[in-house]
DNA sequence: TAAAATCCTACTAAAAAAATAGGAATTACG
DNA sequence: CGTAATTCCTATTTTTTTAGTAGGATTTTA
């Protein structure tokens, strides 16, 4: 019951490029290194966060990646959405009727699954790349240091 | 973020155990069958849940398991835990100060790890096994047909 | 034309999860 | 007493998933 890297890299990522990315864009190469995530997994992560229409590249010499779209209109749960698939805690719960298992309709457990699901999608929905990057901004002005993510 | 099998057949392991196990000690065996879980698997998740002190064993002939509380003072939650470890998304979140990432202090990301886990929590603290069997119960008697767990 | 970047996709390594295996100890019952 | 049914213990193997690495093609700027 935990996020992959894949999932925290990923968040960091899009999150690095909405805080450094807004003058010029952020090259994966940049990222890495102030993340410190491996540059070639992470080049295996941005792809996933353009088809989505969170991010957008620039190819070639001072290019990268900027936001798509505007920090309030990212939530976390799209993004994790993306990197991890459905947040539901077992796979039946979000599988089509056709391939439940054969135990589905008379299966008790799947009311927690369900309601685990509804409460980590009202933590994820509610909250957007606009309210991590305040936190950060304001955290940064408090403690006078460069604050990562 | 999907619970292991571990935690899927350790939970319907011990509501199959709180629903068949009031007369007579629930074998492994016996629950195996029921739930179409391997055996020899589910032999190697009752010593957690015994352990944890949900649930006594019987050895010899007609012996297995029975709950060793009452079902409304087993709450999902717990028995969760006992299977998979702290309901966190992330490890650092639930690490000790000494065992944490480099970046804690400037980390952004970790407001959000902490609220899921809180929503997760909320959800399965607040459901006993009382409350799964009496679903189970109700629909048995709706539907006129045996429910499975 | 050279350097810095994204893009694409295949491969490998490591870790975790799931399943299998086999025998020791305990107990009920004929 | 002996046998069958059971828990108990622990090691091994297999499978699946995750993480990381590699290398070259394409694009763009200066």
Redesign the pocket.
């Given at each position: 019951m935990?996020f992959?890297?894949?999932?925290?890299?990923g968040l960091r990522a899009i999150l690095d490029i909405a805080i450094n990315g807004k003058d010029k864009?952020?090259?994966?190469?940049?990222?890495a290194e102030r993340q410190d995530?491996?540059?070639?997994?992470l080049?295996?992560l941005?792809?996933k966060l353009?088809r989505a229409g969170f991010i957008e590249?620039?190819?070639?010499?001072?290019?990268?990646?900027v936001l798509a779209k505007s920090p309030e209109d990212i939530s976390v749960g799209e993004v994790l959405r993306v990197l991890e698939g459905p947040l539901a805690p077992v796979r039946c719960i979000v599988e089509k009727e056709d391939k439940r298992c054969g135990r589905w309709n008379k299966c008790v457990t799947k009311f927690i699954w369900a309601e685990i699901k509804d409460k980590i999608e009202e933590a994820v929905d509610s909250i957007t790349l606009k309210t991590l990057v305040e936190i950060y901004k304001k955290k940064d002005a408090e403690k006078g240091y460069m604050y990562y993510i």
């Open positions: 935990k992959s890297t894949r999932s925290r890299y864009p952020a090259s994966i190469n940049a990222i995530i491996s540059e070639k997994y080049e295996q941005m792809p353009k590249s620039v190819r070639g010499t001072y290019g990268g990646y």
